[in-house]
């Protein structure tokens, strides 16, 4: 009785605790000038606020309230003396519409060697859809900007943020450690070029995890130097599905090891899972890459490996991929191709593809036969498996 009495004062001590450290400080960033306008340049007052959560030393909230707060490029540079920022949104931080004013930014909001800092909620709203439309003309554009990328940071949490028609890609995980991706949403036009939703390189222990990504490019890609990455619970399309790669691209390559993508459906997408290289020398590879309880809807390609990757026959032709595929599993897939070559694997004939399991995979193709079409590939197939003339 008496342990249950002091446990009780024990935890509501705690509890009280907690809450005030955790509470801290809010800094409202209309009291450093911002406007909820759409209209106002509000970036020096967004950087004044981080100014002051960065040299502070208690947990600090930035806060910015509904509206719709026009800002240009935004560096929240470290490193800072607080392990504990928390950028806090209930209205939009909205890009510049016109492009050029980013446009060569390579980022938007761009976080640089922080340490602790979480964003939370709001909407990101990059405004590219004039730049798409400059890049499908024939004439010359800016490249555009990421709207949201950290780079050299750990400890980082993006929990229910909204990110609109990003110029670029949307989110961008560069050299970081320990990223805790949920809840987001991710929404461009399935014809925007460039857009992809997560981009993560060189980064690991990364999780993505329940999360609406609808672009006009990868819903998550996978670059060189990622590892222990886990994502789960993901809705993908439209879009081009989830890719590991392109990897290859450089001689001298980190390589990707141990990344799990769990529970995604993927609906209307170019591809389902895929591991892509380019067709050219490097010391990288993909290995331990688990494809796990996946549902196609009219997907056009569901499981593909290209190690053929040569954009218009340049800086490529003829020469094959160095990058060894090994270890890759994918256990059950289901669903339905809206092309007969549901599981394509063309894997470099100088480093075969190894140790591929194909384990409960039933897909389908209006009432025809589905068929698969594999190069260069070994490994094995458990339980049911349809296409199942892989190995
Ligand atoms: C693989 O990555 C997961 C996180 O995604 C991690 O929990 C696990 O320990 C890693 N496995 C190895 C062998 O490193």
Redesign the pocket.
Same mark, same amino acid.
Do not use: E, F, K, V
């Given at each position: 009785m008496t342990q249950i009495v002091l446990n009780a004062v024990v935890y509501f001590l705690l509890f009280t605790l907690t809450s005030v450290i955790i509470e801290g400080v809010t800094l409202n960033v209309v009291d450093f000038g911002a406007k909820p306008d759409g209209e106002t340049d509000s970036t020096n007052a967004l950087l004044s606020a981080w100014g002051r959560a960065c040299s502070s030393t208690s947990p600090t909230t930035i806060f910015v309230p509904l509206g719709r707060f026009l800002v240009g490029k935004v560096v929240f540079k470290g490193r800072c003396n607080n392990k504990g920022i928390t950028i806090h949104i209930d209205g939009a931080l909205v890009a510049p519409s016109k492009y050029d004013v980013i446009g060569n930014a390579e980022n938007w909001l761009f976080f640089d060697d922080v340490d602790g800092v979480s964003v939370i909620g709001g909407v990101l709203d990059g405004q590219g859809t004039d730049l798409w439309a400059c890049k499908r003309s024939a004439k010359s554009c800016p490249i555009g900007a990421t709207n949201m990328g950290f780079t050299n940071s750990n400890n980082i949490v993006i929990n229910g943020v909204t990110s609109l028609n990003s110029q670029m890609f949307h989110i961008v995980i560069d050299r970081c450690d320990s990223v805790k991706i949920q809840g987001v949403k991710i929404f461009a036009a399935g014809n925007s070029p460039n857009t992809d939703g997560i981009h993560v390189q060189l980064s690991s222990?990364v999780?993505i995890l329940n999360s609406n990504i609808a672009t006009g490019d990868d819903c998550i890609s996978i670059g060189p130097g990622t590892t %222990?990455?886990?994502i789960q619970n993901i809705a993908c399309g439209p879009g081009h599905g989830i890719s590991v790669g392109s990897l290859g691209k450089e001689f001298q390559e980190a390589g990707v090891q %141990?990344v799990?993508v769990k529970t995604v459906t993927f609906t209307g997408t170019e591809n389902g899972v895929r591991i892509k290289s380019w067709g050219r020398p490097s010391n990288g590879y993909a290995r331990k890459i688990l494809f796990q309880h996946v549902t196609m809807v009219n997907v056009q390609n569901p499981i593909v490996i290209d190690q053929n990757y040569c954009p218009n026959e340049k800086n490529c032709p003829s020469q094959v991929s160095g990058v060894e595929i090994s270890n890759v599993i994918y256990q059950d897939i289901h669903g339905t191709s809206t092309t007969a070559i549901a599981v394509k694997m063309n894997c470099s004939p100088k480093n075969p593809c190894t140790g591929i399991r194909l384990e409960d995979v039933m897909l389908t193709y209006e009432s025809k036969q589905v068929v698969a079409s594999c190069n260069h590939a070994g490994g094995i197939t458990s339980g049911v498996v349809q296409p199942n003339n892989c190995f």
């Open positions: 222990s999780n %222990n990455l886990w %141990n799990t």
